[in-house]
T-cell receptor
C-alpha cells in the first residue's frame, strides 16, 4: 500500500533561515501530493499541492516539487518567520484517502 | 471558500457518557467526510470514511459500535463516541471533500475530548 516517510523533527531555525523538510513516498500509480500545516490546537490547513510529475505547488513562500523519479515532495521556504512555527504533514493520496506522514514540528526563533 | 466547522471544540465529561461531535461543511456540499484521531505529538490516524447517504467505512481496528458515524446530509456528519472511557480521550478531527476522490480535503479545527 501507499506510505510516506517524513523528516523527523523537531526542526529549530532562526528567523529568515532556509527551510527544507524532506518527504518521500511509495505509491501505486500517480498520487496527488499535499502538504498540510497544523498550528497549535487547531485542525489542518492545506498549504500546497501538486497533482502530476514536475508540478510545483506554492503558497505563502513555501514550495514543493513533485519528483516522480525520486518519489519525493520536499517542502522548502527561503526565509522562515516566527509565525511559520507549526507541524507540517506530507500526504500523498491513495485509494481516495490521504496517507499522512508522522509530521515535522518546526520552531522558528526570533 | 471550503470552510468546515467542527463542534464542540472541547468537551470534558465523565466516564460512561456518550459524546457527539458535529462536522459541517459551511459553503460547499461534502460528498465524503473523514474522521481522524490524533494522539499528542503524533500524526493523524484515519478512523472512518463516510459518504452521504451510505454507511461509513471503518479502518481496521476501529470499533464500529464504539464510534458511530452518521452522514445524513451533504453538509453534516456526526461522530458519537459511545460509553466513553479515559482511553478514548484524544483530539478528533473531521475533514470534508466535495467528491469521492477526496482531493482536496478541508479540515475542521478539531475537538479535544477528555474523559474523566
Amino acid at each position: 500500500g501507499n506510505s510516506v516517510t517524513q523528516m523527523e523533527g523537531p526542526v529549530t531555525l532562526s528567523e529568515e533561515a532556509f527551510l527544507t523538510i524532506n518527504c518521500t513516498y511509495t505509491a501505486t500509480g500517480y498520487p496527488s501530493l499535499f502538504w498540510y500545516v497544523q498550528y497549535p490546537g487547531e485542525g489542518l490547513q492545506l498549504l500546497l499541492k501538486a497533482t502530476k510529475a514536475d508540478d510545483k505547488g506554492s503558497n505563502k513562500g513555501f514550495e514543493a516539487t513533485y519528483r516522480k523519479e525520486t518519489t519525493s515532495f520536499h517542502l522548502e521556504k527561503g526565509s522562515v518567520q516566527v509565525s511559520d512555527s507549526a507541524v507540517y504533514f506530507c500526504a500523498p493520496s491513495g485509494y481516495n484517502k490521504l496517507i499522512f506522514g508522522a509530521g515535522t514540528r518546526l520552531a522558528v526563533h526570533p | 471558500g471550503a470552510v468546515v466547522s467542527q463542534h464542540p471544540s472541547r468537551v470534558i465529561c465523565k466516564s460512561g457518557t456518550s459524546v457527539k461531535i458535529e462536522c459541517r461543511s459551511l459553503d460547499f456540499q461534502a460528498t465524503t467526510m473523514f474522521w481522524y484521531r490524533q494522539f499528542p505529538k503524533q500524526s493523524l490516524m484515519l478512523m472512518a470514511t463516510s459518504n452521504e447517504g451510505s454507511k461509513a467505512t471503518y479502518e481496521q481496528g476501529v470499533e464500529k459500535d464504539k464510534f458511530l458515524i452518521n452522514h445524513a446530509s451533504l453538509t453534516l456528519s456526526t461522530l458519537t463516541v459511545t460509553s466513553a472511557h479515559p482511553e478514548d480521550s484524544s483530539f478528533y478531527i473531521c475533514s470534508a471533500s466535495r467528491d469521492r476522490t477526496a482531493q482536496p480535503q478541508h479540515f475542521g479545527d478539531g475537538t479535544r475530548l477528555s474523559i474523566l
